[in-house]
């Protein structure tokens, strides 16, 4: 395996963890009332959520395109 797959597979795996706390953070009380109130989530919640898109994204990425 190149060093390549193996970073690419390390941030998908790191992008599906950090998705996952995010969506669970997105659920907790404080976040549902501030997004009732103000239509937004915490910006810790945002941030679990973008790394975690943006992780695999590039994971993915790493995976797919051959060098």
């Known amino acids: 395996m190149k060093s390549t797959q193996i970073i ?3 941030l998908l795996v790191l992008g ?6 995010g969506f669970q ?4 009380v404080d976040d549902q009332i501030m ?3 103000t239509g937004r989530l915490t910006e810790s919640t945002m941030f679990l959520l973008i790394a975690g898109g943006v992780s695999m994204a ?3 990425g790493l995976l ?4």
């Open 25 to 28: 953070s997105s659920q907790a």
């Open 16 to 21: 599906a963890i950090l998705l996952f706390f």
């Open 58 to 60: 590039v994971g993915l």
């Open 35 to 37: 997004e009732t109130l």
């Open 64 to 67: 797919v395109l051959k060098r």
């Open 8 to 10: 690419g597979i390390a």
